[in-house]
Every structure is written in C-alpha cells, then in structure tokens.
C-alpha cells in the first residue's frame, strides 16, 4: 500500500508547501509513489485521519496551536518538521524580542486582547519531530532528498557544515571582501550558497550549524564596525530562538 | 419553507484558513461572511527598527505566492521614503520578475485551486488521472513562471538579488537570449489554457460593486500608477491612500475590512480588467473575447478567467521586455543606487496577483519607525461578505451540497491569500 501523506500548515507564508508543488518535474512521478490524503491548501477531499508522513510547516503562536499540533502527532508515523519556520521558529520569532502585549497593541490597537497569540515557538519546542527540512524557502533538493529518503528507507543527506564550503566551491567572491556582514560562517548550508550566488548575503535562514564557533563569528563582525545590536539583528532574522540570539 | 444553512469549516485549496457561514431564517438570509481564522502574524511591528537592506527580506515572508509582490513593493515604499532613484534596467527588470510571479500565481488558481469545481472534482489529483495533459500542461506553466524569476531574481518563492536601488546580480544578454526562447517554447500552451477556460460553465451571477485599482496611462498597471476608483472615475496619489481607503476591525476575522466610496470594494485581476481594459495587449484582448469576458463584468466566478487574460498579457509583455533589456544592453556591474535621507515616509503600491498591495513605512534615522500594511485580501474581506449575501437568495431551491459548493466557488475565485491578510495595521484613522 501507499504511504499515506498529509500536509499542514500554522504560523507561515505556506511557501514550503508551494515549493513542495513546485517540483513540477518530478510531482507527478511523487504522486504515483505515495497518497495524498490531506493537503488543504491544494485538496478539498480528506481521504484520512492517520498519517504515514505528516510534513508540518509553520511554527505555533497560539496555545490552541499547541493542542492541534500534539493531536497530529498522535496521529503520524513520522512528523517532518517542514521549513525555518517549523524547524527553528523563522520571522515569526523576531515578535519574541519585544514585549509581547506592545506587539498586540502597535498591531490590533484597542481590541489588541481580542485576539489570541502567544510566544512564538518551534514546532520541535512543542512535539518530538522525526525529520527535518531546512531553509526559507526550503531547496527543491532537499525535499526530494527527504521524500525519497522516506520512501527508500534511508537516512537523509543534509550537510552539517557552513554555507561557506558550498560559496567556495561556487566560487563566489566572499562577503565579507565586499564590505558586507554574513552569518554564512555559522549558518547550515544544503542551499547551494544560492543567496551570494545572486550577489547578496546569507541571511541564515537555515540556521545554525550544530557545532558553530559563534564567537569568532561575533570577532568577525565586531571587526567591521558593527555593534552587538547590529550582529545579534543578523541572527534574529530567522534564528531568533537559538542561543546565540539571545 | 427553503433555506441556506452552510458552514464551511478551514476552506481548502486556498492559501490560509478561513470559515464559510452562511445562514437564513424563513427565506431570508441573516448572516453571510467568511472569517479569517488564521493566527495574526504581527509583521508591523517585526520590521519596527530594521535596516533598509533588510526590511524586504521579513516582508516577502508574508506570503509564499505573493513573494515578488511583497518583495517589490516593500522596495517601492523604503525607495520612496528614503530617495533612493532606480536605473531605466532595474525597474525592467522588476517588471518581468513581476510577470513571472502574476504567471505563476495565476497558472496555480487557475488550473489548481479553481478548475476542479467547474469540472466536479475535489481537486487536481483527480484530474492528474483522468486529464493528464492539462495538468501536465498546467506544470509546464508554472515551471516556466518559475523560471523567469529564478533566472531574474534568483528564486520565486523568496527572491534574493532585488534589493532597494536595484539588483545584486544582473543577467547577461546570453542568459536572456536564452530565457527569451525558454519563454516562447510555451506560447501554445498559453493558448490552450485560454480555449480550456472559454469551454468551462461559469455560474450566472452578478454583484455590482467599486472596482479599485492601479491606473497610468502608459501601460495595464501592475508594477506603478494612482489608485483609481471606478465609483468616482478619479485617481489619488499613493501616498494618499488613506483619503480613499479605510478601514475597521470585525470581530469575527483577525483581517481587518476595507471600503472607500461605499461599504466595499473589489480588488483583483476582474478589477484590473475592468478598470485597464484598453491597455491589454491585443492578443490578451482576444482572449477575453474568447473567455466572453466583456468589461464591465460584475461577475465574481469569472475572477479566474480575468486571470487567464492576464496570463496571456502577461506572457507577451514578458518577451517584450526582455527584447527590450537585449536592446538596451544590460550594465552587469551597476551597483545598488543610494538614499537621498536617511529618514522619511514612503508608500508603495503595486498591482499584486490577488490586487492592490500598499506598505507605508516612516523610517528615522536609517531604521523603520512606523510601518502599515493593507492587503489585497483584506480588502476583498467586505465584498467577499457583501458577494455571500447577495448569492444566497439566489440558491435557497438548490440542494444543500450544491450551496455549498457554490459559496465555496464564490470565495475561491477571489484566490484569497489569507496568511497575508492577518498582518494588519496599525492605522489611525481620522
């Protein structure tokens, strides 16, 4: 029998799950190998309550989130923490280093306690995931990499090193010899370095590699003239929950 | 007696979540609306002492789909606040990046979200079985929607080399060269979708309503122009949006509702089409003609065929302004232009997939001060409901499931964008 797959999203842009449609080479060929039982945005027929593989996107914001997230969990095999968002809490953490009652209020003004928010989370901060993909938006590559993956029983290849290995080896002139500040030392690559390969910065939304020398990191960026205020901004853009933002 | 009873709970093959309630009490309808339930997102204030440089990148984060067109106007509105004046290439550029995203938002509702109901399937997995080639076809569109802006901006999804005074990366003449015959390889497959459309039933239906837009005189607006009321037949400048549209809190939506010369408004390809008619490209005119999509058209469900039109308009301006950056040579060292000040208020407005798109940033000292958002999906919220109320005496005799349908048609062919409509505003409105 096929595998049974569902889709969900919470706090997101749901681009993962439109990067997920968009392997448009390869999305038919994925339709023949698994069943597609729950995919709201795509899919108005729910064809089941139990899943094989539940690709998550998003992360939680609000409490009744937390109980529809453990409730899937219950309900899935394997859970995939899909997207920054779901796997290290994304944008939607940047909200967490202000107090959180100034935020309601500067957006819903005086029916600010009419609606419901929380602290933003992961979703790995809320349930055991078992798999994740990377990135915002996620590489096309990746989640092939997961989905065949899970399919062939194998473990996933997701690089453990910084986006630096991956912007040498595209040859790219380095960041920082532009005068330009990056969190590409420090930040998981498995994105081809493509944010410097169309003349930007990393902007680190892959987050951090598991063993990152942080404070060299920080020296690097000190010795451009940046403040603490200005580097920890670079790492509160998608990462704001790790450590090193704090 | 007959009634309408629906509720839709979390509407499918939408972006984001939303409810359908729809109830009458002996033969008249006493309530008609569809709730955002989505969670508020709090942008605002997340972009609150960001840098110029950075600003795009939390904003394209809204939306998936509507990446380019957060990213584009999010760039407009720092430029325009802070000085910044763009080079003839880069605003081409932007144009066609633009393109890419209104093909590929459009071929996604279009054949993904809309079709299946005209043709009674729950979705397009179905008709991947039973109508292989439009769906293969409807894959090769968005593939080369995608392409455009990967080959352009890097990525749809969360562009990377548009920045405020340009691009970070230019394209050679080869790469467009070759892009150019990329784009035109799927010229039939353009038509097809047309002829597709022109042969699917459209409910018989009609709301008249304000239809508000951009407008210039020079082109069928996307990416620049006035907003224009089709109520009053004026236009406002953007940075006076506030004097046109105003808005209110409902309770029962965490997206707040717009309305200007009346209590609301369209936005959206059918109101782009209305309103900009003449300026579509003549083969996008031929198209319309063949979708019997005549201007003014006040019914809602042909949203998805405006849409088509655009695809095709889209489609030819694209290959013309390439043409036109082949011509013009690209500069593939032009460097990122500079602020004028480093505070400010600017807006920016642009004809996003889903319509009108408007952020307003205050910046001080180089850092956002103030910032608003509205929302093309916002300010279809009131028509939406105002749509609802004048459907639903008009299906009271229909079978329940057939009601349901039909409201669920209704609301989808807005292609709601509903993640992007939960962001909203901090506003004082006067």
Not at chain 1, 214 to 222: F, G, M, Y
Not at chain 2, 111 to 126: C, E, K, Q, R
Not at chain 2, 367 to 381: D, H, V, Y
Request: with cysteine.
């Amino acid at each position: 029998m096929k595998p049974k797959v569902a889709f969900f999203s919470f706090t997101s842009c749901e681009g993962c799950q439109l990067m997920f449609l968009n392997l448009e080479d390869q999305i038919l060929d994925l339709l023949g190998a698994v069943e597609i039982v729950n995919f709201r945005e795509a899919m108005k027929e729910v064809l089941s309550d139990e899943y094989d593989v539940a690709f998550i996107e998003g992360s939680v914001t609000r409490d009744s989130d937390a109980e529809e997230v453990k409730e899937l969990r219950k309900r899935s095999k394997i859970v995939i923490a899909f997207g920054a968002c779901a796997v290290i809490g994304g944008v939607n953490a940047i909200k967490n280093f202000q107090p959180l009652d100034d935020v309601r209020k500067y957006v819903y003004g005086d029916k600010w306690q009419t609606y419901e928010t929380a602290v933003t989370r992961s979703l790995e901060d809320v349930i055991k995931c078992d798999g994740r993909i990377y990135g915002c938006p996620p590489d096309r590559k990746e989640i092939l990499e997961v989905v065949t993956s899970l399919l062939t029983g194998k473990k996933p290849n997701i690089p453990d090193y910084p986006v630096c290995v991956e912007c040498r080896l595209a040859e790219n002139v380095c960041v920082f010899d532009k005068g330009l500040v990056c969190p590409g030392p420090v930040t998981r690559a498995g994105c081809g370095a493509i944010c410097p390969s169309f003349g930007n910065k990393c902007i680190g939304c892959r987050g951090l590699v598991s063993d990152p020398n942080t404070n060299a990191e920080k020296d690097l960026l000190a010795e451009r003239g940046l403040t603490v205020e200005d580097i920890l901004k670079e790492f509160r853009m998608f990462d704001g929950l790790s450590e090193v933002s704090k | 007696m007959s009634e309408v009873n629906v509720r839709v709970h979390h509407l499918t093959r939408v972006e984001g979540h939303g409810n359908i309630v729809v109830d009458s009490k002996n033969g008249q309808v006493v309530d008609a609306r569809f709730e955002i339930v989505e969670s508020p997102r709090f942008f605002e204030a997340m972009i609150k002492g960001r840098r110029r440089n950075e600003v795009h990148f939390i904003t394209s984060r809204i939306c998936g789909i509507c990446a380019v067109g957060h990213t584009s106007t999010s760039i407009q509105a720092t430029e325009n606040a802070l000085g910044i004046e763009i080079s003839q290439q880069a605003r081409v550029l932007r144009k066609i990046v633009f393109y890419g995203e209104q093909l590929q938002s459009h071929v996604l509702h279009a054949y993904f979200l809309a079709a299946p109901d005209f043709v009674g399937a729950p979705s397009v997995i179905p008709l991947a079985a039973k109508a292989p080639e439009i769906v293969k076809r409807a894959l090769r569109l968005k593939k080369m929607a995608n392409r455009l802006c990967e080959v352009l901006a890097g990525r749809h999804v969360h562009p990377i080399a548009m920045m405020p005074g340009g691009f970070t990366k230019y394209p050679t003449t080869k790469e467009l060269k070759s892009l150019k015959a990329e784009l035109l390889s799927y010229s039939d497959d353009v038509d097809e979708t047309v002829k597709l459309f022109a042969s699917l039933p459209v409910p018989d239906f009609a709301h008249e309503t304000e239809f508000i837009t951009l407008k210039n005189s020079k082109e069928y607006a996307f990416y620049e122009g006035d907003l224009y009321s089709s109520d009053t037949k004026k236009t406002t400048r953007q940075i006076d949006y506030r004097t046109l549209i105003k808005e209110t809190m409902v309770d029962y939506s965490t997206s707040k509702h717009c309305h200007a010369n009346r209590d609301s408004y369209m936005v959206g390809a059918l109101a782009r089409f209305n309103n900009n008619f003449e300026l579509l490209h003549p083969r996008a005119r031929r198209a319309a003609e063949a979708l019997k999509l005549k201007s003014v058209c006040y019914n809602t469900f042909m949203n998805s065929h405006a849409q088509v039109v655009e695809i095709v308009h889209c489609f030819e301006e694209s290959v013309a302004l390439i043409d036109l950056l082949i011509e013009m040579t690209v500069d593939l060292n032009e460097p990122l232009a500079e602020p004028a000040r480093l505070s400010g208020r600017g807006v920016g407005a642009c004809e996003v997939p889903r319509g009108l798109l408007i952020h307003d940033y205050t910046y001080e000292d180089g850092l956002i001060k103030e910032a608003n958002l509205i929302i093309p999906t916002g300010m279809n919220l009131a028509n939406m409901d105002a749509n609802l109320r004048a459907l639903a005496p008009k299906v009271m005799d229909k079978p329940h499931a057939e009601q349901e349908l039909l409201m669920e048609m209704l609301i989808r062919a807005y292609d709601p964008c509903i993640s992007c409509s939960c962001h909203l505003l901090h506003v004082e409105w006067v």
